[in-house]
Each structure stands twice: as structure tokens, then as C-alpha cells.
């Protein structure tokens, strides 16, 4: 086998130069025409050398275009927004709160965004304010008090707020198409969730809910023991009142003994007497007696009746009625 040498022309080392460079050329413009795009992102090209922007945007892969044109890109994935800030409740009091949202880009309207807002950046800044408003404006809805008994609603209230803001009312998008101004339209964004994930009240406002549960604690202890006091009170005036029947009702029943047992007494003693009347009367008219014979007889029978009765009586005093008996 023979190996010949091969003279290259002048004309030919030029031509195969060329080659060379052209492949290379193509290959430059290739690689710098080649972009890609991640799983997770969308990207509108641009065109830096014509200033132009693509009517449509791309997601992920490997796209080629103008040469030198780079993409705008915006995550394809949802957002999440996190703001911890202040916000005044209608009735004036200043309310720490901790509230993270989700937000995305819709895909039809990345061109628009990037018109108005031009990159990622800005326009997430946007969107941020725009729910920080949304989120502000809620909290002027309800009063102070309403952030520990109507959270939920608060929530639910943020949420509608939130997705006004981000993604502006129809009649919004239909004249900023009509005119080319942005009315109502929103940020080109579109709104997932939120969640208010913290409250802080006031600190003056927290104490004077505590020192008004410690008042109520307080009126509703004395009203107790008010309660108390008042049911001992009543229970002893009631034992004391039948303390006192049962001592009227013992007097009047000793009173009416008394009262009885005098009436018997008298009548007792009246009737002895009447007896010893009629006993007088019958001596009086049976024996004919003067009143001197009568009380001769009485002090007979009162002689007659003490057994060892011992008299002793002063001169001239005269103690027999026996005389007046002998005349008889």
C-alpha cells in the first residue's frame, strides 16, 4: 500500500478555512439561539437587538429563536407571599397581624404583565402591595373585638379582598382591552389562598378585657355571695319569726291558763262565799240572830274550827259572844 502526499493549493487551504469558520459561525449562532426553560417556569423571548417581545409565552424545554434573544421568566408554580405587618381596625386600634398568601401567573397573561410591570421582580413587588392593600382595607371592615370572635370571617373577607385586588372585576379587564387603561383590572395575577395565621391585640386593649373579665369575675362573686348572705339572712329572720310565734303562742296560751284558772278562782271563791251566805242567812233566820248573834256565830265556828288556837288580846277587848248567844 502506497501513501501518496497530497499538495494543498493556496485555493483550497482557503476555501477549507472558510468551511471551517462558517461551521463554527453556525454553530456560535446555534448555541447562542438555543435557550431553555425549567419544569417550573414560563418565559417570553426578547429580542434585544429588535426590541421586540413575543405575543406568547413558552414553558419549560429547549426553544430556539432570534440569535442573542433571552427569555422573561416567571414561575409557572404557585407563589407564596408572606406579610407580617400592622393594620388599623375601625374603630381606631392598631392590630399586629401575621398573613401568608398564594398567588400565581396565569399564562395568558404574562405578556401583559411584562408590558406593564416589565420583569418578575417588579411585578411580584406589585402583587405584594396590591394584597398588603387588599389585606389593610379587610381590617378596616371589622372592629377590634371582631379579631377574636369573627376570625374566620376575617379570613374569608381578606381572601375576597385579596383576589379583587389581584385579579380586578371583568368589567376592569374589558375596558382596559377597549382603551388601554388599567382600571380595575388588577395585577395580572391570580389568587390561590390565604390564611391569617396570627393576631396580636393591642396590649391597652388586652389589659382592659382582662381587667373587665376580672371586674365581671368580681360583680358576679359578690352577687353570689349577695345571694348567700341574702338566703342566710332570710333563713334566720324565718327561724326567729317562728321563734317568736312559738313564745306568742306560748304566752297567750300560759295568759289564757292564768286568765282560766283565775276565773275559776273567782268563781271558786264566790261560790264559798255565797254558800257561806246562804249558810249566815239560813243561821240567821233558823235562830232568829241579831247581827251581833250573827257574828257571835261566826266566831264560834271559827273557834270550833282551830284546833289549839291561842288568843291574846288588850284590856278592855272582849272576844266572847256568848252572851249575845244566851239571849237567844
Known amino acids: 500500500m502506497e501513501i501518496?502526499?497530497?499538495?494543498?493549493?493556496?485555493?483550497?487551504?482557503?476555501?477549507?478555512?472558510?468551511s471551517i469558520i462558517s461551521i463554527i459561525t453556525c454553530v456560535a449562532l446555534v448555541v447562542v439561539s438555543l435557550k431553555k426553560l425549567s419544569s417550573v417556569e414560563y418565559g417570553v423571548q426578547y429580542d434585544k437587538w429588535e426590541k421586540t417581545l413575543d405575543d406568547a409565552a413558552k414553558q419549560g424545554g429547549l426553544h430556539l429563536g432570534p440569535p442573542g434573544y433571552s427569555f422573561v421568566k416567571f414561575p409557572s408554580t404557585q407563589i407564596t407571599a408572606n406579610l407580617v405587618n400592622t393594620c388599623v381596625s375601625r374603630d381606631g386600634l392598631r392590630v399586629e397581624i401575621d398573613v401568608t398568601f398564594q398567588y400565581q401567573m396565569p399564562v395568558e397573561y404574562i405578556v401583559d404583565a411584562i408590558e406593564n410591570y416589565r420583569d418578575f421582580k417588579t411585578w411580584s413587588t406589585v402583587v405584594e402591595a396590591a394584597g398588603n392593600s387588599a389585606i389593610q382595607h379587610t381590617c378596616s371592615e371589622f372592629n377590634v373585638t371582631n379579631f377574636q370572635t369573627k376570625r374566620a370571617l376575617i379570613q374569608t373577607a381578606m381572601q375576597d379582598n385579596l383576589q379583587f385586588k389581584l385579579e380586578g372585576s371583568v368589567e376592569g379587564k374589558l375596558q382596559e382591552s377597549l382603551?388601554?387603561?388599567?382600571?380595575?383590572?388588577?395585577?395580572?395575577?391570580?389568587?390561590?389562598?390565604?390564611?391569617?395565621?396570627?393576631?396580636?391585640?393591642?396590649?391597652?386593649?388586652?389589659n382592659a378585657i382582662a381587667n373587665k373579665q376580672r371586674a365581671e369575675e368580681d360583680i358576679a362573686l359578690a352577687g353570689n355571695q349577695r345571694t348567700q348572705e341574702t338566703t342566710k339572712a332570710t333563713t334566720e329572720k324565718l327561724a326567729a319569726d317562728e321563734e317568736a310565734r312559738k313564745i306568742l303562742d306560748s304566752a297567750y296560751n300560759t295568759g289564757n291558763v292564768t286568765i282560766i284558772e283565775a276565773n275559776l278562782k273567782a268563781q271558786e271563791t264566790l261560790f264559798a262565799f255565797s254558800k257561806e251566805t246562804e249558810v249566815l242567812l239560813e243561821a240567821k233566820d233558823n235562830f232568829n240572830l241579831s247581827p251581833d248573834g250573827i257574828l257571835a256565830y261566826m266566831t264560834n265556828q271559827l273557834y270550833s274550827s282551830a284546833g289549839g288556837l291561842d288568843v291574846t288580846v288588850g284590856?278592855?277587848?272582849?272576844?266572847s259572844r256568848k252572851d249575845q248567844l244566851s239571849e237567844l
Open 4 to 18: 501518496c502526499d497530497i499538495k494543498m493549493t493556496p485555493a483550497k487551504v482557503g476555501f477549507g478555512a472558510c
Open 179 to 206: 382603551n388601554g387603561t388599567l382600571n380595575d383590572s388588577g395585577v395580572y395575577a391570580l389568587a390561590t389562598s390565604l390564611q391569617l395565621r396570627n393576631v396580636e391585640l393591642p396590649e391597652a386593649y388586652k
Open 315 to 319: 284590856e278592855p277587848a272582849r272576844i
